[in-house]
């Protein structure tokens, strides 16, 4: 019986696979926002950097959730998916109360100054809710050989 090697070391011993996760993802993860930066960067550099700046900004903000939730387990996702769920329809239903127009659209949620539309958080309770859904019935799931 042969078994199977990692390039990158076994899941369970790897110091690399326990900090990053996948090495690969991880390295293309860090070159796309890398190109991505500098695009930018060359089209602002004229104009003192502001579009730069804003963009390093919401990179540094969008870290944070990222981190969470890649650092999150799995399971625990699987566990609160209906939370989620029922938590995501209350968001979308709220935006029919209490929702603010903007250039013509009513899908935009007040929270003081700050203000965001509940889609995009649907987005990824979609994706989680989704996941657990197909995830917890794996068994049932008959995929075609």
């Known amino acids: 019986m042969a ?7 076994s899941d369970e011993g790897s110091l690399s696979r326990k900090l990053f996760g996948d ?3 991880f390295v293309c993860f860090g070159l796309l926002i890398s190109a991505g930066l500098m695009a930018i960067y060359s089209v602002d550099y004229s104009r003192h950097l502001g579009i730069f700046s804003k963009q390093m900004m919401f990179l540094i903000m969008g870290l944070v959730p990222f981190t969470i939730l890649w650092r999150t387990n799995p399971e625990v996702w699987r566990r609160i998916a209906p939370v989620l769920y029922v938590s995501n329809i209350a968001i979308l239903l709220m935006v029919s109360f209490v929702g603010k127009s903007s250039k013509g ?15 995009e958080l649907t987005k990824l309770f979609i994706i989680i809710t989704l996941a657990s859904f197909f995830a917890n019935r794996q068994a049932e799931i008959k995929l075609p050989r």
Do not use: D, H, K, M
Not at 113 to 119: A, H, K
């Open 3 to 9: 078994t199977r090697s990692s390039t990158f070391g």
């Open 23 to 25: 090495p690969v993802l």
């Open 105 to 119: 659209a009513g899908r935009w949620i007040e929270v003081g100054s700050f203000q965001f539309q509940p889609s």
